[in-house]
């Protein structure tokens, strides 16, 4: 692995062995034991939109390892705001930094950094995938499930970067995934070519009852997402999606003991109810933590060899 820059990226093989060393160092950092695997190590954290989640547990995560993360707002800090080609702050960053990760918008700009950086290059997320957050997503469900191996997770509403990730991660780990969008907002055309190859072990619903049915674990996201303020886009979505919150009928189709999953930030009373959201919210803040462990393990991966 040179780079995580989309979940097609890894093997299943590679998948696991990240959650692997996420669960290794989870466990280090609870009794005190993590060791420093990235002394004298520089990662750049460039944002072009607004973070969270990924912004603190990539700072908190490097400081934990002994390295230094530097965050530079992409439209505020750095010259390409001004103009400079991308492929020249690429250059010039991975000629400072031993990683760098870039929460961005099209993903071709993502391939770009990787392309000429000539360090490991992390997507924090773009509009077509996100990653970290769904290897986060997996380690949570292995630690509630004890696998995957049998376990179908269902995913309701938009077509975005967490139902592409989400889709591929989900088939490469070895579950069955079933999704329901409304029309027009379905996952990417490439992204259901890789599923089609898994057979009846996908399928892509129009009810989210029938996607639900029997689910292990239930995902869902906000229906307007950060980039998608304008406000007749918002309310055009609003309407489109209506029938798909996700709520106490809904979550009666699954198993009784299903999971509910949220990359977070919910919308409570759009996408999903706040008891429902209550109701499942040490599984949703565990989830959140483990974003910091398995971007940890990312970099011991891409940067110390582990």
Known sequence: MKHLLKMSDLTQ???????????????????????????????????????????TSF?????????????????????????????????????YYDAIVWRTYQQSELEQLAQYAGVPVINGLTDYAHPCQVLADLETIRAHKGGFTGRKLAYVGDGNNMANSLIV????????VSVA??????????????????????????????????????????????????EAEA????????????????????????????????????????AVFEAHAAEIFDEAENRLHVEKAVLAVLLAGK
């Open 235 to 274: 309310k055009a979505r609003l309407r489109a999606f209506r029938g798909y919150q996700v709520n106490d009928a809904l979550m009666a189709a699954a198993k009784p003991d299903a999971m509910l999953l949220h990359c977070l930030p919910a919308h409570r009373g759009q996408e999903v109810t706040d």
């Open 169 to 176: 991660g989900g088939l490469t780990a070895g579950l069955q």
């Open 181 to 230: 969008c409304p029309a027009g907002y379905a996952p990417a055309a490439d992204v259901l070519d890789f599923a089609a190859k898994f057979g009846p072990a996908f399928s892509q619903e129009s009810a989210p009852a029938a996607a639900v049915t029997g689910a292990d674990v239930v995902v869902t996201d906000a229906w307007v997402s950060m980039n998608r303020g304008a």
């Open 13 to 55: 093989g590679e998948l696991f062995h990240i959650l692997d060393v996420a669960d290794e160092l989870k466990a280090a950092h609870r009794c005190g034991g993590e060791q420093p695997l990235l002394k004298g190590k520089t990662v750049a954290l460039l944002f072009s939109k607004k973070s969270t989640r990924t912004r």
């Open 59 to 95: 700072e908190v995560g490097v400081f934990q390892m002994g390295g230094l993360g530097n965050y530079l707002n992409t439209e505020t800090e750095l010259q390409s705001s001004r103009g400079e080609p991308l492929k020249d702050t690429a250059r010039v960053l991975g000629r």
